[in-house]
């Protein structure tokens, strides 16, 4: 399993963008970069996933450095509702399991 | 609600009794996830199930922890004798088919939290 990097916790205000940096320098060539987030008191949810272009949808964009050692999950503007923790986590597609690390808690303040 | 549905919510338990979990996963999909949480740190793979099949253990998961999927459908978790050290959150999640086009993503319950005391 790749490692990942992710600072423990940053801090943004309301309606601010937010970029969410993530290490995984020894990603392996098949592996997707998923990012998922949990909510206080709540299960992990789905955030968004790529390989190597970048991707947007309706939560976020996920932006894949060119050698893909590195991404940036982008939220346009923070809500107080984003306020969680956010993992990055390489896996392959046929992967059987996600594997967590600590992740980023992200603080937004009004 | 059609999303991983968890039950018990909360169970306080004795140490040395058993407990057991339910997870119904989202319908048709075909995988099926436990996963272990405390506090301070991200989940922790248990045990992965594809259909019926146990595929993958963790180390994890000691004699003292049983999964099972008998019809591919629901999976129950069980713990039996009980210690301090198993107070945690259980996640159940579930995913889709990988042909799907949601086959990477992962869908999670909200969790069932046990303490032991």
């Known amino acids: 399993d790749a490692k990942t990097t992710q600072p423990n916790s940053m801090e943004s205000n309301e309606e601010e963008p937010v970029h969410l940096p993530c290490n995984h320098s020894t990603i392996s060539g098949t592996d997707y970069i998923h990012w998922y987030r949990q909510l206080p008191s709540q299960g992990p949810e789905y955030v968004i996933h790529?390989?190597?272009s970048n991707v947007n949808n309706r939560m976020a964009s996920l932006a894949i450095a060119e050698d893909r050692k590195s991404s940036t999950l982008i939220l346009h503007r923070a809500t107080l509702r984003d306020a969680a923790v956010y993992y990055c986590i390489p896996g392959n597609t046929g992967f059987q399991k996600l594997v967590f690390g600590t992740g980023t808690r992200l603080l937004v303040s009004p | 609600d059609t999303g991983v549905s968890q039950d018990p919510r909360h169970k306080i338990t004795k140490r040395g009794q058993n407990v057991t979990f339910r997870c119904d996963p989202i319908s048709e999909h075909n995988r099926l996830y436990w996963y272990r949480q405390t506090l301070g740190q991200g989940p922790e793979f248990l045990t992965y199930?594809?259909?019926?099949?146990?595929?993958?253990k963790s180390r994890l998961l000691s004699d003292r922890f049983s999964a099972e999927r008998p019809k591919g459908s629901f999976s129950t978790l069980e713990i039996q004798r009980t210690e301090q050290g198993d107070s945690a959150m259980y996640l159940c999640a579930s995913s889709p088919p990988q042909w799907r086009v949601e086959g990477n993503t992962i869908y999670f319950g909200e969790g069932s939290w046990l303490t032991v005391v």
């Open positions: 790529g390989l190597t």
């Open positions: 199930f594809q259909n019926e099949a146990q595929l993958e």
